[in-house]
């Protein structure tokens, strides 16, 4: 058994109904490559190696030589899983999470496992799983502004702790068990400086995280701002808009009816010259004089409160 379902792996089984469910079934059947695999491998093997070093209370020179070996094949397998998903684009969520989980298992079950025996101080001990554990928590502070990448010193690191681990399992003595020695020292020195410096990219990259977001505030209450504006703006021209139509509504009225007046106040005002006129034209008709000058006044008196009464109309319409 593959542990890959049919319908995943190209077999005669019944298709899964609907898109999503063939989907679940292709990424299921992708958990089970040759990264992931090798990365499940080095996980078993962590308490392997640890039954392995302490056998016989930890100082049988054969059972600590397997205990090597277990170790090797672990430290050999976090070579080529990473490589291998890189390459072949076989990248996933449980490579993400369990290959660092292994790293760290292994290398910190060598560590407390050879200072309970003696063999290593503690305190080297504490100064490694210390500082793996405080960069594992500052990548996860500084996640959601970027992603820490690993560095040359930081594989460098990696490669003398294994050495230095892998050398403290063999039971070596003489000149051997001096260089281990150093090479412990070597090791002790790049996991300090090399988690110093990955203080230093986390704090600036946290800043630069920070700066950014600031930036995209201010840009979006700019935007927010420049929109409410707009919006005033468009509500007062509005409301000009609207109360523009009223007041043209109300001069012309006037104006017709001063208009409609002038004409009926002319009209008077030629009738009344007329009677005038043919008042003079006919002085033995009695009155005929002051006929004349009556009339016009009437007729301009008319005129004039018909453009009154035109004005006064005009607006409630």
Wanted: proline content about 4%.
């Amino acid at each position: 058994m593959t542990g890959v379902p049919a319908s995943a792996a190209g077999g005669t089984g019944r298709p899964a109904p609907g898109g999503k469910l063939g989907a679940a079934a292709v990424n299921q059947a992708s958990l089970w490559n040759i990264a992931n695999i090798l990365t499940m491998i080095r996980l078993v093997l962590v308490p392997g190696f640890v039954l392995l070093l302490l056998q016989d209370g930890g100082y049988d020179p054969a059972w600590r030589a397997w205990a090597w070996a277990a170790f090797a094949v672990a430290m050999i397998t976090d070579i080529f899983d990473g490589h291998l998903a890189r390459a072949y684009d076989l990248v996933t969520d449980f490579g993400k999470i369990a290959d660092p989980i292994a790293d760290k298992a292994i290398m910190a079950a060598g560590l407390v496992c050879l200072s309970a025996l003696g063999d290593l101080p503690w305190w080297v001990t504490a100064v490694i799983l210390l500082r793996e554990l405080g960069i594992t928590l500052m990548r996860f502070w500084v996640i959601r502004h970027g992603v820490i990448p690993a560095s040359r010193g930081g594989k460098m690191k990696t490669l003398a702790q294994g050495t230095a681990v892998g050398m403290y399992v063999l039971a070596l003595t003489g000149p051997l068990a001096t260089l281990r020695f150093w090479v412990m020292a070597v090791a002790v020195v790049l996991t300090v400086v090399t988690g110093l410096d990955y203080v230093r990219q986390a704090v600036v990259l946290r800043r630069k995280g920070l700066a950014a977001e600031r930036a995209d505030a201010a840009a979006r209450a700019a935007g927010e701002a420049a929109a409410l504006a707009r919006a005033a703006h468009g509500a007062d021209a509005d409301g000009i808009r609207a109360e523009r139509p009223g007041a043209d509504r109300v001069g012309a009225a006037g104006g017709s009816g001063a208009g409609v007046g002038g004409v009926a106040s002319a009209t008077g005002t030629r009738a009344g010259v007329e009677n005038e006129s043919s008042g003079a034209a006919a002085p033995g008709a009695p009155g005929a004089a002051e006929a004349g000058p009556r009339d016009a006044a009437a007729g301009a008196g008319a005129g004039a409160s018909a453009g009154a009464e035109r004005a006064e109309v005009e607006p409630g319409r």
